[in-house]
């Protein structure tokens, strides 16, 4: 059973979809001539974003760990530990209004240097930035991010590519463009469509995908979904794992994981975990964005403007960080 999103736009965010590799291409281009405003090699590095932003801070510290590059923690802005100290702070926020993002920033400017990537550097964000990484060509129309978060990551991603190899199994961003060139068409499996319910997985740098993507089949298409680091699954959330349920899994799969959901009857889902045909696990994101999409048709809802959702949160009355 396929989508109809790759057949035509009936939405800003089908079609913004659709245009991810070319934005991760782009980014990847530029990303040597932000050079001086991304982390180097043995900075210590805080990485911050609320929602989406902040799930694609934790692939990105974790892929910068893995890659010997140095210490990279990631926070929701909220929760940011404002007494620990850091040699560079990297925000991502599509608007650039985000208060939580703007008043931590205006908070730790002399303490560190701020770098921020957002697709409107004209924004309240510049003015308490030291750096300014604007990614204009991913914006979107739709309340719903999709390629902003995935180009601010291919833009990291490059950059970590630049400084040095990779972690053993990690795709270069033009290998990842190509997987994503498959991902915006490939049909989306049948008992994906039809699940009732779905519970996401990841390893590694690939758990904040996993995030991400329960996120984004809440947020779109009002759908159950939960998340967790893939060993964690068998600590508990494979209860709820049944028949018309499913799991997929970003990155590669603990041994006897299929075996484990086999057993429970629910549809077991791994297009990103290695081996021949397996895509990078940013690329399989974007198979879960149109299923999101897809769904949301079925349903009668519109993916670009989700219920009790703005572009950003401003908030009137924000409470000060500690």
Same mark, same amino acid.
């Given at each position: ?10 939405? +800003?965010?089908? +079609? ?31 990485? /911050? ?7 694609? =801070? ?10 010997? +590059? ?19 702070? %990297? $925000? ?19 303490? !560190?240097?701020?770098?921020? %990537? ?13 750096? /300014? ?9 739709? /309340? ?14 490059? +950059? ?15 290998? =990842? !463009? ?5 991902? %915006? ?34 947020? =779109? ?5 939960? =998340? ?7 600590? &508990? ?20 994981? !299929? ?5 429970? &009857? ?26 999101? /999409? ?21 908030? $009137?009355?924000?409470? %000060?960080?500690?």
């Amino acid at each position: 059973m396929s989508s109809p999103d790759s057949a035509a736009y009936p939405s +800003h965010t089908a +079609h913004e979809i659709t245009t991810q590799p070319d934005c991760w291409r782009k980014a990847a281009a530029a990303a040597a001539d932000h050079g001086a405003a991304l982390p180097g090699r043995g900075e210590r590095v805080a990485v /911050v974003g609320c929602g989406t932003s902040w799930f694609m =801070a934790l692939a990105y510290a974790e892929l910068r760990e893995q890659a010997g +590059h140095g210490e990279t923690d990631a926070f929701a802005a909220s929760l940011f530990p404002v007494g620990r100290r850091y040699d560079r702070i %990297v $925000a991502l926020t599509r608007s650039g209004t985000t208060t939580e993002v703007v008043d931590l920033l205006a908070r730790v400017r002399g303490q !560190a240097s701020v770098t921020v %990537v957002t697709a409107d550097g004209t924004t309240p964000v510049a003015d308490v930035a030291d750096s /300014v990484i604007v990614l204009d060509h991913a914006d979107e129309k739709s /309340v719903v991010q999709t390629r902003f978060a995935t180009t601010a990551l291919a833009l990291l991603r490059a +950059h970590l590519e630049g400084q040095g190899p990779l972690p053993e199994g990690v795709r270069t961003i033009a290998e =990842a !463009a190509e997987d994503a060139e498959r991902a %915006v068409v490939v049909p989306l499996p049948g008992d994906l469509c039809a699940a009732e319910q779905i519970t996401f997985l990841g390893d590694g740098w690939a758990y904040g995908l996993a995030l991400e993507a329960g996120l984004k089949m809440r947020e =779109a298409a009002g759908s159950w979904t939960e =998340a967790y680091p893939a060993m964690e699954y068998r600590h &508990g959330p494979i209860s709820i794992t049944a028949p018309g349920r499913a799991t997929w899994v970003f990155g590669q799969a603990p041994n006897g994981l !299929a075996d484990d959901v086999a057993r429970t &009857g629910g549809a077991y889902v791994a297009e990103s975990g290695g081996g021949t045909g397996a895509m990078d696990p940013m690329a399989d994101l974007i198979r879960a964005q149109r299923l999101a /999409v897809h769904l949301a048709g079925t349903r009668g809802l519109d993916p670009d403007r989700p219920r009790a959702l703005t572009r950003s949160v401003v908030l $009137a009355d924000a409470p %000060v960080a500690q």
